[in-house]
């Protein structure tokens, strides 16, 4: 079977991203080896640059542009962590980004990313009238679209998470990573298992709105209705004409499960309790997994993957949960 992303790119990624991300921290969590009868290890997005993975992708895409496109400028439709990372990383890298979000995305989510110095395009009532306009700016201005999962250097940017595991962690048995679009766990996938095939990776997702796991159930991709969920990163479509994420996750991935908000709501204190880590709902579903005997098995690392929370709501849910 040839798949469309290699090992290679994955190491060239590393190599380009290197001086602008952090290489986040891998930490053994002895509450969950205990439950999970052998060593479980945290992978800490939480503490990448800009709270979450996804300024991986962002960095390495951005790093793959020629001079027209550099100069003409980045366009990311977020409303939240793939905006932060575009924002983060065309500051760094000195190109010009438009981030666009509907009407409806809170101020503090806005500037946020206003903040990191990117130029905000608020416009519409929903996340798919935000494309409309983005679609239309790319044609007047040419400015290049970075894709939040559906593209081979965003997901070879994500996938250099699995080298560093590969790297630290000999004799892992199992992946567990957080799933929306498939960028992360496809990159992840890739890497670890062009180095150990036998490697078990399992994504999760809420149960409320999982698009990738109805698409891989349907065998092809498929629209779901979007709900309100702890886990909003985890929200949105793998899109009809989904390119790489589908066939990766249908290729590479061995299993798949759902969290319900319940679970993610506990998942996120345990880990503040017990871990003293702050994550946000879609960084917490693989603790949420493990803690319900879902995911697991011999040597386990789960992928926090970021800490971007509303923090009333985030000192809400712990404290209600103390021990
Ligand atoms: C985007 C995101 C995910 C899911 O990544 P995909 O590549 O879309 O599957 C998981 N966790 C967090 C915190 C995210 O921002």
């Known amino acids: 079977m040839t798949l469309a992303l290699s090992i290679a790119e994955i190491r060239q990624a590393a190599t380009t991203i290197a001086p602008h991300v952090c290489r986040t921290p891998l930490r053994v969590s002895s509450g969950l080896s205990q439950y999970n009868g052998a060593e479980v290890l945290l992978k800490l997005e939480t503490m990448q640059n800009t709270g979450a993975f996804k300024l991986r992708g962002a960095t390495n895409k951005l790093l793959s542009l020629d001079d027209a496109e550099r100069s003409a400028g980045v ?8 905006g932060r990372g575009v924002a983060f990383a065309a500051a760094k890298l000195g190109l010009h980004a438009v981030v666009c979000m509907s009407e409806l995305v809170p101020t503090v989510k806005v500037e ?21 306009t983005a679609l239309a700016m790319i044609a007047e201005l040419g400015l290049v679209y970075v894709s939040p999962f559906d593209d081979r250097h965003v997901i070879a ?5 699995g080298l560093e595991l590969m790297a630290a962690v000999p004799a892992l048995d199992t992946i567990i990573v957080p799933v929306s679009g498939g960028g992360l766990i496809g990159g992840i996938s890739v890497a670890a298992k062009a180095l150990r ?16 796991y109805e698409s891989i159930k349907a065998g092809k991709p498929v629209q779901v209705e979007e ?6 990163s985890l929200g949105g479509g793998i899109g009809s004409n989904n390119r790489y994420t589908f066939d990766l996750v249908h290729a590479l991935v061995d ?9 993610i709501a506990d998942a996120m204190a345990w880990l503040y309790w017990n871990e003293r880590i702050v994550a946000e709902g879609a960084g917490a579903v693989g603790v949420a997994a493990l803690l319900n005997g879902f995911a697991g098995g011999g040597r386990t690392v789960a992928i926090v993957s970021g800490c971007n929370v509303d923090m009333a709501d985030f000192t809400e849910i712990v404290r209600e949960r103390a021990p």
């Open 75 to 82: 366009i990311a439709v977020s409303t939240g962590n793939h």
């Open 112 to 132: 946020a990313i206003r903040a990191l110095g990117a130029e905000m395009v608020i416009t519409g009532k929903s996340q798919d009238e935000a494309e409309e």
């Open 157 to 161: 940017g994500q996938g250099t998470i």
């Open 197 to 212: 095939p036998d490697v078990r990776i399992v994504g999760v997702t809420m149960d409320r709105g999982a698009a990738m």
């Open 227 to 232: 709900m309100v969920s702890l886990a909003d």
């Open 255 to 263: 299993d798949m499960v759902l969290v319900t908000e319940a679970q």
